[in-house]
């Protein structure tokens, strides 16, 4: 072998390997920030991407990678690695203990839910992103949960929530950062405050029950009177209604009685036309023995009361009449 084919080998092979390390294939979701002798020089897409080697190479950066011991425990590791996850990324922070207003420790743990949007920010701007993430989160957190009481932590999860992820999301924002949810998973306050906790409950249940009882008896009785209210005012409108009858029936037979006393007094004019008997003499007559004998009947009989008219004459002469009308009516 002579050295011209020694050399076009060594040619050959050298850019071969030129070749295949400036060839870069960047996944789906992925990206690569390209250092030219240690200056920024491009930011790789997905796809199929040419560099120089030697000269041009991949920036590092840190990744928050979780294990799980043998023994079941979770490790938390950084690792080093070329490639920026531009996918939405969850990080579940270990459990921490914070002291609310009411000077109460309790344990807290949260997700956070993240996106880098800018490589080159997330590369150059923080050292170390994950870790940068998670002691903001847990500082940010303390802050959050000191200005609150237990009773306000464990009732506004979602107003926690909502400003803890509104503070991250602007203090990540320079790193090339979105977060886009934040989750407190467990709030877990002391054992004795748990059991202060329960029997509060069960207190305020009772209470409640007590409430709920007291105001079931006030509507009943309520409705009770009101229906005895109602059937009053109904036994009063009947009462009233059967009175306005009576009265209205009374007053229809004693309109039955006049038209038919003013009937017989007309029939008894037109019968004694052209005579001398007079027609009131005989309606007096009339009055004057259903009078007596209306008296002498609730006098009863044994009774040692009689009663007789104060002018007799004037009976005597209303019969009189009433014989002369008799008469008249016969002829």
């Known amino acids: 072998m002579n050295a011209t084919t020694i050399l076009a080998t060594f040619v050959f092979l050298l850019a071969a390997v030129i070749i295949i390390k400036g060839v870069r294939i960047v996944r789906q979701s992925e990206a690569l920030v390209i250092e030219r002798l240690g200056k920024y020089r491009t930011t790789l897409a997905a796809g199929i991407n040419i560099i120089i080697p030697i000269i041009d190479r991949p920036r590092d950066i840190a990744w928050r990678m979780t294990l799980e011991s043998q ?3 979770q490790i938390t590791q950084y690792k ?3 490639r920026v996850d531009l996918r939405e990324t ?14 109460v420790v309790t344990e807290i743990n949260a997700l956070i839910y993240f996106q880098i949007v800018d490589p080159v920010k997330a590369v150059y701007e ?17 802050n959050i949960i000191g200005e609150l009481e237990l009773d306000e932590c464990l009732s506004s999860r979602d107003t926690i929530n909502m400003k803890l992820r509104a503070i991250l999301d602007e203090a990540t924002n320079k790193w090339g950062v979105k977060v886009n949810r934040v989750e407190l998973q467990d709030i877990n306050p002391p054992v004795d405050i748990k059991e202060a906790m329960e029997k509060q409950m069960r207190a305020e249940r009772t209470r409640r029950g007590q409430i709920i009882e007291a105001e079931g008896t006030k509507r009943a009785a309520i ?22 009858l009576k009265a209205e029936g009374e007053a229809t037979a004693r309109l039955a009685i006049a038209e038919a006393e003013a009937e017989a007094i007309r029939r008894i004019a037109v019968a004694v036309e052209g005579t001398k008997a007079d027609p009131t003499q005989y309606l007096i007559a009339v009055r004057y023995i259903e009078t007596l004998e209306q008296i002498l009947r609730d006098g009863g009989v044994g009774s040692k009361t009689v009663f007789m008219p104060y002018e007799a004459s004037g009976l005597m002469s209303s019969v009189g009449g009433l014989k002369e009308l008799l008469n008249a009516t016969k002829d």
């Open 126 to 142: 923080i050292n170390n992103l994950p870790n940068a993430i998670e002691k903001l989160t847990q500082t940010t957190l303390r």
């Open 90 to 103: 969850v990080f579940d922070f270990p459990k921490q203990g914070v002291i609310t207003k009411d000077n």
């Open 223 to 244: 409705l009770e009177a009101e229906g005895q209210k109602g059937a009053e005012i109904n036994q009063a409108e009947g009462q009233k209604q059967a009175r306005i």
């Open 80 to 82: 080093m690695r070329e």
């Open 71 to 73: 023994d079941g425990r």
